[in-house]
């Protein structure tokens, strides 16, 4: 398992590196609506734009407020400063203003070869998943004439078929950490996670067979509580992992570098872009769908329910209304159903705060009998 957290931890990680040294483009993006299928069958590799906990917000201060989300920010800096510099390109999408200003600074500043802005819509009905399903058609054919590829539907579904088996070997590893003896601790779940979206997909698949199968007996014990951890984008794995040496086992999560990124194949017919836009606008549990609170609602409640968990953790970065206000309403609903809740507001990479957040974590645990 160190491997993988090592080159989870790492932004270019020796098969990104390995990629780029053989003339492989990569292209980066950031929200989990980004359908990574399309880049995938233009034989580009997709590459999920993380901070990974750094701290280091200087450079990005001077094109973003302070009142903008943290995390972006992070983001941000590591653009800037050169750290993304292996990047060919940037698919912006509108998953909120945070978002959208972190993205258009980067193309500012340092004005990829390619940008393309892929526009996803804020609910669901047959007209929004039509648009959709013309966006990824323009992303398709803006790949093809930059890169000179063809991108047919043969190629789309062996994509789609790779990233399904994907999908489905990580659906599984989340059946491992709820077991009644989890075999996989929380930070072990979001490392693995955090690592299939930054590196090829062949590889990875083997790197996660392997993992699978020596974890697949294993017993993780001396926790004190089953947590879920849910609320705003996460990848810092030191944050998870004080949790956990706390003595709450995070069990399940919700969170978009997490549960949320594993879609299951739509029931539907027509070809490889009417299975994406369907297969992803249908299963964005995100706060930015303002007309899917109650989908949003029952994905955690499952999850909670599923893992039998004693607690649950919502988190938001500072400034992000989006999941701030839904997790106070997430809060009411878990805890009518029996499962105790603590809110918590953090700073992205703000480790000289974590005495504060393990000290509400420890009164939590104290307080729901871990």
């Not at 004439?145 to 989340?174: C, F, K, P, W």
């Not at 705003?232 to 998870?240: G, K, P, S």
């Not at 194949?265 to 027509?270: A, E």
């Amino acid at each position: 398992m160190e491997d993988i957290k090592t080159l989870a931890e790492e932004i270019q990680n020796q098969y990104v590196k390995k990629w780029r040294d053989e003339g492989g483009k990569i292209l980066g993006f950031m929200c989990v609506a980004t359908p990574v299928e399309i880049i995938e069958a233009a034989g580009i590799l997709p590459y999920r734009i993380k901070a990974m906990g750094s701290p280091e917000k200087e450079l990005a201060d001077a094109y973003m407020s302070r009142f903008n989300c943290g995390f972006c920010r992070s983001c941000l800096q590591l653009g800037l400063d050169g750290t993304y510099d292996f990047l060919d390109g940037l698919i912006e999408t509108n998953g909120c203003d945070h978002l959208r200003g972190m993205f258009e600074n980067w193309e500012l500043a340092k004005k990829p070869a390619f940008f393309h802005y892929l526009r996803v819509p804020h609910f669901v009905r047959d007209d929004s998943l039509a648009a959709y399903e013309e966006e990824l058609g323009l992303l398709r054919d803006a790949l093809a004439e930059h890169y000179a590829v063809t991108i047919d539907d043969e190629a789309l579904n062996v994509a789609i078929a790779t990233s399904q088996d994907i999908m489905g070997m990580l659906r599984s590893m989340n059946g491992l950490r709820e077991r009644g003896e989890p075999a996989i601790t929380g930070a072990e779940a979001l490392a693995v996670v955090a690592l299939s979206s930054s590196m090829p997909a062949q590889p990875f698949k083997a790197l996660l067979e392997g993992f699978l199968k020596e974890r697949s007996e294993a017993k993780v014990g001396g926790f004190r509580a089953r947590l879920m951890l849910g609320g705003a984008a996460t990848d810092e794995l030191y944050f998870v992992e004080e949790i956990e040496s706390l003595g709450g086992m995070v069990v399940a999560d919700t969170l978009c570098y997490g549960s949320r990124a594993l879609w299951s194949p739509p029931d539907t017919d027509g070809g490889p872009l009417h299975q994406l836009a369907e297969g992803y606008l249908r299963n964005l549990n995100c706060p930015r769908m303002f007309k899917d609170y109650e989908q949003r609602r029952d994905f955690v409640l499952g999850t909670a329910a599923r893992a039998e968990v004693d607690g649950a953790v919502l988190i938001h970065n500072k400034f992000c209304d989006l999941h701030a206000v839904d997790n106070v309403a997430l809060r009411v609903d878990l805890e009518s159903e029996g499962v105790p809740v603590l809110l918590l507001e953090k700073d992205y990479g703000a480790r000289a705060d974590i005495g504060r957040i393990k000290t509400r974590i420890q009164a939590f645990l104290e307080r729901i009998g871990g």
